[in-house]
Each structure stands twice: as C-alpha cells, then as structure tokens.
C-alpha cells in the first residue's frame, strides 16, 4: 500500500476537506468540485451497466484523485455482508452523496428494491447518473428530502413507493451524525422495519454518533442485537472508526 493511501494527511485533497467541512454540512459536497469531477471520471472510464467497474472507478477516484466520504472500500465489505445476512425486498438508505454506497447495496442484493434519502438536490443528480451508468436505475430511486421534515418524506415513501407496516428489511444510516438516532426513531415509529431486519450505520467513531451508539447499547438484547465492528476511516488505515450492524428484535 502507497504511503499516501496509508496517511491520508499527505493528500491535497484531504487538507482541502479540512476547509471543506462546514460546506458539507450546509450543501452536502466538499464545495471543490470533486464530486461531479467523480462522475465525469466514472462516466469516462468505467464499463457501461458493469457494477463492480463502476465501484472500482469510484474509489479509484477517490485514492488517486480526490478523497471522497462515501463508505468506500474497507467500510463497503462490512456493509455488503450485512446486506447479504438481511436478503432485502426493500432497503432504505439515508445519505445518498455520489450514489456508491447505495450502489454496492443493489450489487450484493439484486433483486432488491433501494431508496436513498438525500438532502441535496445535487448529490441525487450524481448519483443518478452514476446509477443509470451502472445499470440500475430501474431499482434505485433517490428521494429528495429528510426524514426530519415531519414527516413529508416519510409519507412520500409511504404513499408512492410501497413503505408499509414491516415491509422494509434493510436501513443504511451515513447522513448528519446527530439525526441517526432521532430519524431511526421516526422510522420505528412508522413500524416498517420487520423483525430480522438489519440496520447498519456508518461513521459511528469518526465523526461520531455516541447517542446512536448509547443507544443500541441499552437495547442490545432487547430491541436490537449488535456487533461493533471495528474499522478504518475510508480510503485510509490510519483513522479507526466504528460501523454498527444491528439486527431488530421486533
Ligand atoms: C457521508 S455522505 C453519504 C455517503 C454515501 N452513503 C456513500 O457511502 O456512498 C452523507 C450524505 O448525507 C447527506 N445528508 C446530510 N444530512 C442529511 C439529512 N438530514 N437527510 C438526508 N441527507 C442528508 C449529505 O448531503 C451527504 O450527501
């Protein structure tokens, strides 16, 4: 592994995100361009309807031109074999970005039907053209919204794409670190995840999501079962990070 892949801090294009930090938290992009140059470079250079050249082109991108947040490729195994463990009809994601992680879902669950929530009117443009690149956008749908608008985007889900009483068997949890835990309550309260299903949550050390993880802690055994798995920043092995993979209890 290049010393540059192993210490991400020799990067330009981390030192940037340093800078970049408060525009992702208000528009979801690191505010350089980095994101739609992702696209172009994927477009130009992965093998059309071909989900692991799509995959590997994105994080090619993101090691040798700029970092990107997705979950990448270390985080990304952890969350394929949870999706794998869950077989999903139907799966929920919150936190599109570029569409990768949603993508490496649709990948380990073919036949499964996947929604991603996503605040930013931009990342759901990329990520549907990176889906629609790949071949999946007949089964990947990015919705526009969050689960913290009262409930408008939850009804949109429930009224236009099939969200019912325990119809949804996968939920991925990678957007603003303070709403994982309020927007899995608003989604238990909706009663549609079934007993089984699996929920797994990124970032959970780094940035941190300690009331989600307190959470899962108090309930474990009750509510949900679950395994922390101990992991690294992505697209890097020098920053460990914690991915919560739970099963609900019902
Ligand atoms: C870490 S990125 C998601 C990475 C993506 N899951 C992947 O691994 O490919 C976080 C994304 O969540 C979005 N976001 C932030 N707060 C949100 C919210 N409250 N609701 C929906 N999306 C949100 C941001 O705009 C950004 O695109």
């Not at 892949?5 to 505010?31: C, D, E, H, K, Y």
């Not at 869950?86 to 490496?104: D, K, V």
């Not at 790949?134 to 526009?144: I, K, L, P, Q, Y």
């Amino acid at each position: 592994m290049s010393l540059k892949r192993r210490l991400p801090f020799l990067r330009w294009s981390v030192l940037r995100m340093a800078t970049g930090a408060r525009n992702i938290t208000t528009t979801g992009q690191i505010g350089d361009g980095r994101e739609a140059a992702a696209v172009d470079y994927v477009l130009a250079n992965a093998r059309a309807g071909d989900i692991d050249d799509v995959l590997a082109r994105i994080d090619e991108f993101a090691y040798e031109k700029s970092l990107l947040i997705n979950i990448g490729d270390e985080k990304g195994a952890l969350l394929d074999t949870a999706v794998q463990r869950a077989q999903p009809a139907l799966a929920l994601e919150l936190g599109t970005y570029c569409g990768y992680s949603a993508l490496r879902i649709a990948r380990a669950a073919p036949a499964a039907r996947i929604y991603s929530i996503e605040l930013a009117e931009a990342n759901a443009a990329n990520a549907r053209r990176i889906w629609a690149h790949a071949g999946v956008a007949d089964r990947v749908t990015c919705v526009v919204g969050t689960v913290g608008d009262g409930g408008r985007t939850l009804d949109v889900l429930a009224a236009q794409h099939g969200f019912g009483a325990g119809a949804l068997d996968f939920l991925f949890i990678d957007h603003d670190k303070d709403a994982y835990l309020p927007d899995l309550q608003a989604i238990l309260d909706r009663g549609w995840l079934r007993a089984g299903a699996i929920a797994v949550a990124d970032n959970v050390k780094v940035p941190g999501a300690p009331r989600y993880r307190e959470y899962m802690r108090a309930q474990q055994g009750a509510r949900w079962d679950t395994i922390e798995h101990r992991t690294h920043v992505e697209y890097q092995s020098l920053v460990t990070d914690l991915v919560l993979e739970s099963e609900f209890l019902g």
